[in-house]
């Protein structure tokens, strides 16, 4: 599995929120032996077939019904965390359950369902420090760090000028992240030339559009200037060579949860703690 392999794993101790069906906790159980292994899952229906699965397969490793994001105190401390499921910012507790110079293999995402598979390690309790992962891999995001609902989206006249970006980098794998970084309560809707920034919380938005005879024009409205908040950060990527998530790092410590490009000096965006 390479999710475990990612991990550089020994036999330790093991959590993967959620279990789903079971598969993944099967694999671990395999791998780490059923009492190395603490499986959690928010629902209950989903634990309980879950646990039948499992049980099928003559696995009994410990599952938990609740929140993963809290993680098991019980069960700790952890040497290993695996998230299968995506958040907007790493919890807290993980990073007090997760022994230091354990490891954390998570997910980040976001209301734009942009994706970066990131390898932690915790340098103390409270702190991590890691890289981003290469491939193109996405997990469903976790429900707490879900968008808000949204109603009818309707655009309304506001603020034009020339966008000074292809709005088609919001349609590529990374070009949608770093949006996702520098807007983060924003979602990225349309494709190519036709993007949409929405922004749920303030009712802002931007829109862009082809010009006829070249290049585009974009649209704002609202408190939070969207498209200048992504245009200034896919700048900031391509003047970096526009390099793939990989070429991302991430700290976590008391002053936030920062993603950077190449170090930990290089430019970077703050996570939605």
Not at 27 to 35: Q, T, Y
């Amino acid at each position: 599995m390479p999710v475990i392999l990612s991990l550089g794993m020994a036999r330790g101790t093991l959590t993967f929120p959620p279990m789903c069906t079971g598969y993944s906790s099967a694999l671990g159980a395999l791998r780490l032996g059923e009492r190395n292994l603490v499986s959690i899952e928010v629902d209950p229906g989903v634990a309980e077939r879950a646990a039948a699965s499992l049980k099928t397969a003559g696995f009994s490793p410990a599952l938990v019904v609740g929140n993963g994001l809290a993680g098991h105190e019980d069960g700790g401390p952890y040497d290993r965390l695996i998230a299968t499921c995506s958040i907007r910012h790493l919890p807290l507790p993980w990073l007090y359950q997760v022994t230091p110079e354990g490891k954390i293999l998570v997910t980040f995402s976001g209301w734009s369902f942009a994706f970066g598979q990131a390898l932690l390690t915790v340098t103390e309790p409270g702190c991590a420090t890691g890289r981003f992962l290469p491939g193109h891999i996405s997990f469903m995001i976790a429900r707490q760090h879900d968008r808000p609902p949204r109603g009818n989206l309707t655009l309304l006249a506001g603020d034009e000028r020339p966008a000074e970006i292809n709005p088609a980098l919001l349609s590529d794998w990374t070009g949608k992240w770093v949006a996702q970084l520098a807007a983060p309560s924003a979602e990225v809707l349309g494709s190519g030339g036709h993007q949409i920034l929405m922004d749920v919380a303030t009712g802002s938005h931007a829109r862009t559009r082809p010009n006829p005879d070249g290049g585009w024009t974009v649209t704002q409205r609202g408190p939070l200037r969207l498209w200048d908040q992504v245009e200034d950060a896919i700048k900031e990527w391509q003047s970096q060579g526009a390099p793939h998530q990989e070429g991302f790092g991430i700290t976590i410590d008391g002053d936030g949860q920062r993603v950077w490009i190449g170090n930990e000096d290089g430019p970077g965006w703050n996570l939605p703690v």
